[in-house]
């Protein structure tokens, strides 16, 4: 299942979620949530705090960004998405 990104559009967030996404290559459909749409029961389910981004891939519904990003480094191959430089 193509995976799935709650977000709203001006969200750094959100974006951080869709570059890693974008970078992996990882077609995912966007769904834009309002202030409003964050605060009924379904969102609230997926988010309890109300915000955004949160990622539903297979079963697994996933909320804060490190968290998300932390997932689709693994679930997805590819080059290391952090690099660090040690001097
Ligand atoms: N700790 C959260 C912060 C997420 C967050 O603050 N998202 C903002 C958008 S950038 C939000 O949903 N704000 C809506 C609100 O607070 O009503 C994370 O890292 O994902």
Excluded: N, W
């Excluded at 077609?27 to 029961?41: A, D």
């Excluded at 909320?63 to 660090?84: H, K, N, S």
């Amino acid at each position: 299942m193509q995976p799935i990104v709650y977000t709203s559009f001006t969200s750094p967030f959100g974006r951080s979620v869709r570059v890693c996404l974008y970078e992996r290559g990882i077609e995912h459909q966007v769904i834009p949530s309002t202030r409003e749409q964050r605060r009924v029961p379904e969102h609230l389910a997926r988010h309890p705090f109300a915000k955004v981004p949160v990622l539903e891939h297979d079963d697994l519904s996933i909320y804060e960004t490190q968290a998300i990003l932390r997932y689709v480094a693994d679930v997805f191959p590819g080059d290391p998405l952090v690099q660090v430089s040690r001097v």
